[in-house]
């Protein structure tokens, strides 16, 4: 699933800057509190009780704390004020820091691969892991659970697709405790080479986490439309309005995690100038106070109704 394929349509999308940039803002420092205590934990209990996979998941918890600290800095500057350079203001800013999340996983993702392609290689090296290792695995799946849960509820509730992928950075991270849990319950149970397997398929999750939010963003970045469910509710808000016969060429293009829209609207051709550009006016209000979009470009098409086409005494 892509981030907007997570983000619930049932919930009210209109959200002031104001208020998405706290919310993205408490629950990122409540994420960095998290990764930084399993962090510490993850990767000193690893080297000491000698388990390549917690080491690798404590690495996976740093990269989490990196992103943390990068959606911190987009979530800033995304919320500026449109400029004389920017005239429709910063939002994009939130798509590059999901792009640079998805990078950072997938160089995280791949460097496990490699650390633990090498210990499969001398598998005599793998040394058996001290039992705290594994109560360590356990409390960092509840943590990260929990924190994706929180992370995502908030997420969805301002719509926001950057903290969508910081949630799920967070989810994938309790994933790969899980698999690192059962790697030591395996060495543990004196098949030591399940660490370093574990850790591999950690790494392989990662990786594969880090290119799908990375390719999305980068369709993001070169205008990429919403999905047809959402077109559909704007064109509806548009020929529901007062005045307007019908609506063509609605296209939308992704701005961060807002829509900027442009649609031609069918109007009596018989009104005046004034009149029609009213009604446009109208539809542009009324979605974007429906609709997570942030500016609406209207073009007036005249509409003639076919029972006035042959009007008594025309030819």
């Known amino acids: 699933m892509t981030p907007d394929e997570l983000l619930d349509d049932s919930e009210d999308p209109r959200h002031s800057p104001a208020e998405r940039a706290a919310a993205g803002a408490r629950s990122t420092w409540v994420s960095v509190g998290v990764n930084l205590v399993l962090t510490v934990t993850q990767i000193v209990v690893g080297l000491l009780a000698k388990s390549q996979g917690l080491v690798a998941d404590g690495l996976h918890s740093l990269s989490d704390l990196v992103a943390d600290f990068v959606v911190l800095f987009a979530g800033h500057h995304a919320r500026k004020d449109a400029d004389e350079d920017h005239p429709y203001g910063h939002q994009r800013f939130e798509t590059a820091a999901s792009l640079v999340l998805g990078l950072l996983l997938l160089g995280v993702g791949l460097g496990m691969l ?48 950057m903290l969508v992928a910081n949630a799920w950075h967070a989810r994938s991270d309790a994933a790969s405790s899980l698999v690192v849990g059962l790697g030591i319950i395996g060495n543990l149970m004196g098949y030591p080479i399940l660490d370093p397997i574990a850790a591999a398929i950690v790494g392989f999750m990662v990786a594969k986490m880090g290119w799908g939010f990375g390719w999305d963003a980068m369709h993001d970045l070169m205008d990429r439309a919403v999905d047809e469910q959402e077109v559909e509710a704007i064109r509806r808000t548009l020929r529901e309005t007062p005045g307007v016969s019908d609506v063509h060429d609605v296209r939308t293009r992704k701005m961060g995690d807002m829509i900027v829209v442009d649609a031609h609207l069918e109007v009596d051709a018989t009104l005046t100038v004034e009149a029609g550009h009213d009604i446009a006016v109208a539809a542009r209000q009324r979605v974007l106070q429906r609709h997570r979009v942030l500016n609406l470009m209207t073009h007036v098409d005249p509409y003639r109704r076919p029972d006035l086409d042959h009007r008594p005494g025309q030819s």
Request: no cysteine; proline share 4%.
């Open 114 to 161: 490699w650390s633990a392609a090498t210990k499969l290689e001398a598998p005599e090296t793998v040394q058996p892991v001290h039992i705290v290792a594994l109560w360590v695995a356990g409390g960092a799946l509840l943590a990260k659970e929990l924190l994706f849960r929180y992370m995502l509820a908030v997420a969805k509730r301002v719509k926001s697709s």
